[in-house]
């Protein structure tokens, strides 16, 4: 071998060693809306323990970030953070991957007056609907025709009893945090609708990419294990692996 194709060799050996050393994967940075019990701002909830449990016994850290919603996807897709929490399955197709796996699932429900006709998932249609933006529940849910996206949950029960909305979707959880502001929820009425699978939102770089197959390898062992059920039950939350 020549002395220009022992340096050219020595040249790609570096430099991949150098790639390989700025893809260590010492910490996993991820941004989530505040949910209490879920994604809390102090590092408590079943989604932070989840993530936990799967990256920090390979070695991975589990720093956080809590930012609304709208904003930690944001993050993910310039590269600001690795993953974002709570996005169902392709709601975002632009500079973001998805892993095999969900780590939990949302109960939606529709949340109307009481005396309003009860919905199902296939008359939805016949509705006006309504859910805070970014859910993109129109993606998930057949026959949806009528709908407007909201900011903010506060106004929810006032969109409600103004006749401005006939139902407001949300996940199980979140409903029943806007009725806890009710001082009358015998007015209101929540029927469930169905249940979809929720992911993390990795970014579409090489580290978003090696942190994605390091979640499926680990939720390959942790669910064949069972080592998440007790979280579940610490929770006091349904167990989606079933």
Known sequence: MGRCCRWLLVAILSLFGTMVSALELKH????SESWPEHTAADGSGLAWDIFR????PAGVRVQIESVPYMRSIGLVQRGEA??????YLNEVGQRVLYPRWHYDADKIVALGLKGAPSPSVETL???RLAWVRGYEYQRYLPNV??????????????MLDLNHADFYLDAQSEVDDVLETSSDRSR??????TTLPLYLGFADNARGRALAELFDKRMDEVVA?????????RWQEPYPFD
């Open 28 to 31: 996993v940075r991820i941004a």
């Open 53 to 56: 449990l799967v990256f920090e």
């Open 82 to 87: 690795d993953a974002w929490v709570g996005s």
């Open 125 to 127: 249609g016949q509705f």
């Open 145 to 158: 025709r009528h709908y407007r996206e909201v900011m903010r949950r506060d106004g929810i029960l006032r």
């Open 188 to 193: 209101y009425r929540v029927t469930p609708l």
């Open 225 to 233: 294990n069972g080592s998440l059920r007790p979280l579940f039950r």
